[in-house]
């Protein structure tokens, strides 16, 4: 084996999906306590508490108390590099999220189990969906009394759409919380709230009808284990690792996170059976991660993460090859070769330069403005990778200078944030000085006017615009797009790339145009792909 594919099967690159209060912070932190990466419970807990978070990056974020930012934590666990990415869970940041997707190669899908199935685990889910990005699942909170475990799986199959292979299974929840069945091991897993599993409360079992299960849990719960596994084994398939990493299936566990119940178990799974780096699709061709030359794309740009520096820094997720410190690469959407001194892996706020990267790795790169998340980078040749859409925005917006003063600081300050993602701005076909702003969040209209007044010293107010949702939309005969364009000035915007998107105000009012219009074709997202 080559130094490049050992170093492969060693990556890990996956981020965590849920709803807000599923539990992802917790995991998370348990997750880097087992892999060494931090030493005190609490490290992680979001601005809810008054420790510092780890991944808080903005003062913002702090006084909100929500992330707002994706960082990536780097650790070792078993014999796997693993790289992880924390998503913002808040809805208001979806696009951020979804971005974050296309650097990953698998995710973790945690459930409340009393919540079940919530509304952005099925929106992101849907996201993995369309990469056929393999999920594992994690049903958290089994110490509370939540719905019935069979109920849960009900659910994520029937709206998420995704078939799932149970791996564990529950022994009693809430109050009578014994511990869960592994079904691949046939061992039972004992629980006692707020200890992490020791090895004495692991008990090998001849099979499920082994007769000291009775004495571990109890008749009752044990008799109903029994029916519920038999229940199961008509219900469910054999699990099968290829289906799993082609998307197809999903293997799911139970514990509580809050108890550290679990969650070792789930690590270690992931660790045995998650996908090392993937090949990943660029518009030219599938670029597979063994491939000698280097390879990789920004998904993010983040400014001024450290308010005492203004410095602005791009998220390279290699896809291919080795990365080099003081290698010159070539920057395809630019057209000029790039050149990096000082290139850093993440232990969330803490950065270190490394010398060298290797597939599934992200590091950040000093950026001056050179990057646009979407750019590839690679040793000379023209790849653009692929699964970096914009999504529609829902809220729209003309925005306003309100300090005409500072016009230069306003252009400055809007374009680098539509760069970093944290907005898109769009212009109007035939007034290129009027600028829309699409965010799908209205939190992100006050992120907006925050950052432009404290990192450019700006000011801008908003004009309602009410329209919900846009549909880029090309079609093969020009005179037809034209037409379109000139007969629905109003309803049209130009985004960043020179796509045309079109705005509608309901579902009804989108379908009577498309209606309207056979020879267009309507696209949900800025790729064009997905044809709707
Ligand atoms: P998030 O990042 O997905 O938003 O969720 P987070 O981990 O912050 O968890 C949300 C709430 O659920 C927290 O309580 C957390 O303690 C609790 N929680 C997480 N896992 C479990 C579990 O296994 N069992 C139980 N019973 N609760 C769990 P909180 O009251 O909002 O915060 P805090 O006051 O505990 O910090």
Known sequence: MTELTEEIRRRLTFAIISHPDAGKTTITEKILLFGGAIHIAGAVKSGKNTRAAVSDFMAMEQERGISISSSVMGFEYGNRKINLLDTPGHADFSEDTYRGLSAV???????????????????????????????????????????????????????????????????????????????????????????????????????????????????????????????????????????????????????????????????????????????????????????????????????????????????????????????????????????????????????????????????????????????????????????????????????????????KQFHKGLNQLAEEGVVQIFSKPHQANVRVLGVVGQLQLEVLQYRLQHEYGASLTYRPLDYSMAHWFNSADPKLMAELIDNNTKRILVDIRGNYAFLSDSEWSFERAKSNNPAIHFYSTSEMKDRI
């Open 105 to 407: 190669d698998s995710a973790l899908m945690v459930i409340d189990s009393v919540k079940g199935v919530e509304e952005r685990t099925r929106k992101l889910c849907e996201i993995c969906r369309m990469r056929a990005t393999p999920i594992i699942t994690f049903i958290n909170k089994l110490d509370r009394e939540g719905k019935e475990p069979m109920e849960v799986l009900d659910e994520v199959e029937r709206e998420l759409a995704t078939q799932v292979r149970p791996l564990t299974w529950p022994i009693g929840q809430g109050r009578a919380f014994k511990g869960v069945f592994n079904l691949l091991e046939n061992n039972v897993y004992l629980f006692h709230a707020g200890e992490v599993s020791r090895p004495q409360d692991v008990v090998a079992l001849e099979g499920s009808h082994d007769p000291r299960l009775d004495s571990l849990v109890g008749e009752r719960l044990a008799g109903k284990l029994r029916d519920d596994l038999e229940l199961l084994r008509g219900v469910y398939p054999p699990f099968s690792v290829e289906e799993y990493l082609a998307g197809l299936v999903s293997p799911v566990f139970f514990g509580s996170a809050l108890n550290n119940f679990g969650v070792r178990e789930l690590l270690d799974a992931m660790v045995s059976f998650a996908p090392w780096p993937t090949p990943k699709e660029a518009d030219e061709r599938t670029v597979q991660p063994d491939e000698e030359k280097f390879t990789g794309f920004i998904f993010k740009i983040h400014a001024n993460m450290n308010p005492k520096h203004r410095d602005r820094v791009a998220f390279l997720r290699i896809c291919s090859g080795k990365f080099e410190r003081n290698k010159t690469y070539f920057h395809v959407r630019a057209g000029k070769p790039f050149r990096t001194a000082n290139p850093t892996a993440f232990m969330s706020q803490d950065r270190e330069i490394i010398d060298e990267a290797w597939p599934g790795d992200i590091i950040g790169l000093h950026d001056t403005g050179t990057f646009k998340i979407g750019d590839t980078l690679t040793e000379g040749e023209t790849v653009n990778f692929k699964g970096i859409p914009s999504f529609s925005p829902q809220i729209f917006r003309v925005i306003v200078n309100a300090d005409p003063l500072k016009e």
